[in-house]
């Protein structure tokens, strides 16, 4: 595979900027989508926290809503990774496009030739440095999130942190609702 997941292009002059922009775009329509996602999987959370908070609820309910709250949470952080990872490949398409509009300049400068020498994981490691140096201030830490997505049939309430910290976040604005 070439460089930026392009194919054969193995050399920063083997890209076309138009292929770049087009791909930018498919990196915006992910944005827009990990942005949905991120925003329906909060949603699902404080819905799931706001039923089962109600007086009257059954500790079997409760149990249910915070396993399917920390479901929501863990969709969350794979949308937040997503993100994450789409801003990147963004930002460094955009790096790609700058450097190939300074061709010219950099040819003069005798930099082009060094960059089109560079072997293609080189290139596209000096590409994420430029974006980030570019960027000055809003250095982006990538975090790699290991969710395991597991059919839900195939789980009978798995326990954990985030469960615990759900069914506690319940529990409180349960006793918030009745007034204790």
Known sequence: MGILGFGRANKLEDLKIDDLRRERVVQEVEQDNSLRAIRRAQQEYDRRLQLASEPGVSDAEKDVAAYRMKIARKTKAKSETDLQQTITRMTVLDSAIDVIHLKRDLQKNGVWKRINDLD?????????????????????????????????????????????????????????????
Do not use: C, F, H
Not at 139 to 151: A, G, P, Q, Y
């Open 120 to 180: 293609p994981e080189t290139l596209e490691r000096q590409l994420k440095d430029i974006a980030v140096k570019t960027k000055g201030s809003n250095n982006k830490l990538k975090t790699i999130v290991d969710i395991l997505e597991k059919d839900e049939a195939d789980v009978a309430y798995e326990r954990g942190p985030e469960y615990d910290e759900a069914r506690a976040e319940i529990e409180r604005m349960a006793q918030e609702k009745s007034g204790w």
